[in-house]
């Protein structure tokens, strides 16, 4: 079977959690934020710093805030021609685990193998600033889905994403599609750049691989 590796963020939803609490509610996250785009900051770093700013906001408003993101525009349409294709997908994101089940829910029926994010720490449902370990970044994203193909679950992985966290990522991957992506490095790596931000141009492309 091949395996469809989906970077959450910038693919199937258009906005990170993580980046709208610090907006809306510890501005001073915002200064890691622009460290981290500036290669100041690693993807481990930035989720540690920026969670550290995070304290205090209530587990019940981190779930609303995620329910406010939807799912990006035609991603129903690429679960199904995964689907169609034979395929599982994996969903995998640097970002708070809540978006990714929240992602996940509204992309039923279609079901990841695996779909995981970063999971905070909480105190009687306050958010102590803290996150588990080890925090999902680059390398983790990659240990996880790599452990598929190690372990014989699948024949080839194609991966697909934009983001900084994708380069370990699509270093172990059969195929990879820098979907809308601004990163050079990544545009580098990548067997195919789609620019357009258009996910049925990813649906046709991978139509004619699966």
Known sequence: MNLVALDM??????????????????RQGMDYWESYRRGELNAASLVRLVGETHRGIKASLMEEEALAIPPAEH????????????????????DYGNLVRRTEAALAPYRPLLSFGNEALYDGGIHTGSMQTPVVDGMEEMRRVDGFKTGDHTNSIISVGGDATCIELFSVSNVSIAYNSGNDHIRRLATFCIDDGNLLDVVELLGKML
């Open 75 to 94: 991603s129903l349409e690429l679960m199904r021609a995964i689907s169609e294709g034979g395929a599982g997908f994996i969903i995998a994101s640097a």
């Open 9 to 26: 963020n910038g693919v199937l939803t258009g906005k990170c959690l993580a980046h709208v609490l610090s907006e809306k509610y510890a």
